[in-house]
């Protein structure tokens, strides 16, 4: 089977490729990404869809950076591909957000991909799946961490799921395709580096094959971790007692995410003690806690416990806030002839505009009802929905929250209001950050 029929075969496994009308492929430059945009323009015609490529400028390392690019955009328009290009300072976002810059840069790629209307491509091949086996494998996990990366995840599809790194350079030296290295690959600065320099080599020399093997173990594990949360899914409402305990710590772990609680492996064992002793709390923080009596589950948060930050005005510079967070704000003021293209720079979302604020301006955290559009959407969010799906129960009182006399202008991990965006005409602007 040649590289594309490879592509093919996972597409139509997986039923990536039915009824899409466009599909963007995640272009850095690279070998996996390259290939995976020459196999997918061959594949079009065939399938019928639009085919685009995104290119992510993350601003981490300078030159090499533009480099990278420069070169996407010369490739797609010498097989005149669409391509959108977006730049974010990942190094910024990670700061302001208080993660990692790795995880800063994924998560501003992933909030830029969910606002595509189509289906992304990323290429991802089997060698980052036994990569990510194995970094699950060294921090602890079960079924679905030894599965691998599933080759489809909601409008996230990776044809080259079954494709091994020697396949897809040995595919471009064939059609005689260039690519950029990003340097950053070539060291062991990074986790998921070392394990690809140093563990996978050795494993391949310990029994040659070993991403071929890989392949099989994660497709049996993920059919298992498949048919065991489809279980679980139907034995919610069950007497948690009688469930075999591959099900019941599956439910509990279904009970614990549906209730925005963070689940890890000793809150799931001690919750299914009680459960198994007919009865008992279990204390999740300092308002919510677990109980379980007659075999079921249930997740409680204490009436009255509620953490108020009364508004407090905005000042530029640092701004105490609760849990030893600091909101720092800076103004600034845009160069002349300096302009924001908000849609393509991410770190605008933590930018806004001065001149558009109504009235005073305040620190704070949720309150009841709040609600607000977001940067460049059309229609309002329930704050309470946005907290109920990205923060637990236990830390949503320790989000900040930035508003003015018309509402929301600012929320930590969601960014600013639409009312309040940078544009073309915008003279001064404050950054917000938190430490």
């Known amino acids: 089977?040649?590289?594309?029929?490879?592509?093919?075969?996972?597409?139509?496994?997986?039923?990536?490729?039915?009824?899409?009308?466009?599909?963007?492929?995640?272009?850095?430059?690279?070998?996996?990404?390259?290939?995976?945009?020459?196999?997918?323009?061959?594949?079009?015609?065939?399938?019928?869809?639009?085919?685009?490529?995104v290119h992510i400028n993350h601003s981490l390392r300078g030159k090499e950076s533009d480099r990278d690019q420069l070169f996407c955009e010369n490739l797609c328009s010498r097989l005149n591909i669409p391509c959108k290009v977006y730049t974010v300072d990942a190094a910024a976002y990670a700061k302001a957000q208080g993660v990692s810059v790795e995880e800063g840069a994924r998560n501003l790629r992933y909030e830029i991909f969910s606002r595509l209307d189509g289906k992304i491509a990323t290429a991802h091949t089997l060698n980052d799946s036994a990569?990510?086996?194995?970094?699950?494998?060294?921090?602890?996990?079960?079924?679905?961490?030894?599965?691998?990366?599933?080759?489809?995840?909601?409008k996230i599809i990776r044809p080259l799921i079954y494709c091994t790194r020697e396949e897809v350079e040995s595919y471009l030296e064939q059609l005689g395709q260039d690519f950029v290295?990003?340097?950053?690959?070539?060291?062991?600065?990074?986790?998921?580096?070392?394990?690809?320099?140093r563990i996978i080599p050795l494993m391949e020399e310990l029994h040659g094959g070993f991403t071929g093997n890989i392949r099989r173990m994660t497709e049996?594990?993920?059919?298992?971790?498949?048919?065991?949360?489809t279980e679980a899914e139907k034995a919610e409402n069950d007497d948690l007692r009688q469930l075999h305990p591959a099900i019941r710590r599956r439910v509990i772990i279904r009970i614990l995410k549906g209730n925005s609680v963070e689940?890890?492996?000793?809150?799931?064992?001690?919750?299914?003690?009680?459960v198994l002793k007919n009865g008992g709390k279990i204390n999740l923080s300092e308002d919510v806690y677990a109980a379980a009596k007659d075999g079921r589950l249930e997740i409680k948060r204490l009436s009255g416990c509620r953490i108020k930050f009364e508004d407090t005005p905005l000042q530029i510079g640092e701004n105490p806030f609760l849990c030893d967070k600091t909101v720092i704000i800076s103004q600034n003021n845009c160069e002349k002839g300096q302009k924001f293209h908000n849609i393509n720079k991410i770190f605008t979302n933590e930018c806004f505009d001065c001149d558009k604020i109504q009235g005073d301006i305040v620190l704070r955290n949720r309150r009841d009802g709040d609600g607000y559009v977001r940067a460049n959407r059309a229609f309002t969010s329930s704050l309470k929905k946005l907290m109920?799906?990205?923060?637990?129960?236990?830390?949503?009182?320790?989000?900040?929250?930035?508003?003015?006399?018309?509402?929301?202008?600012?929320v930590q991990g969601f960014g600013i209001a639409d009312r309040v965006k940078i544009d073309e005409n915008t003279v001064r602007y404050f950054e917000v950050s938190v430490k």
């Open 181 to 197: 290295t990003d340097s950053t690959n070539l060291t062991d600065d990074y986790s998921r580096n070392k394990i690809r320099h």
């Open 220 to 229: 049996n594990l993920a059919a298992d971790s498949d048919y065991l949360e």
């Open 1 to 53: 089977m040649n590289f594309e029929d490879n592509v093919k075969f996972a597409a139509e496994k997986h039923c990536m490729l039915k009824n899409v009308n466009t599909v963007y492929v995640g272009l850095s430059g690279g070998a996996d990404s390259v290939s995976l945009l020459l196999a997918l323009n061959s594949l079009k015609g065939e399938y019928g869809f639009k085919l685009e490529a």
């Open 388 to 410: 109920n799906e990205k923060y637990p129960a236990e830390i949503r009182d320790f989000v900040p929250v930035i508003a003015d006399e018309k509402g929301i202008i600012w």
């Open 131 to 154: 990569e990510t086996v194995i970094f699950n494998l060294a921090r602890g996990t079960g079924i679905k961490g030894l599965a691998g990366i599933p080759p489809v995840r909601d």
């Open 263 to 274: 689940v890890n492996g000793e809150r799931v064992a001690a919750i299914e003690e009680a």
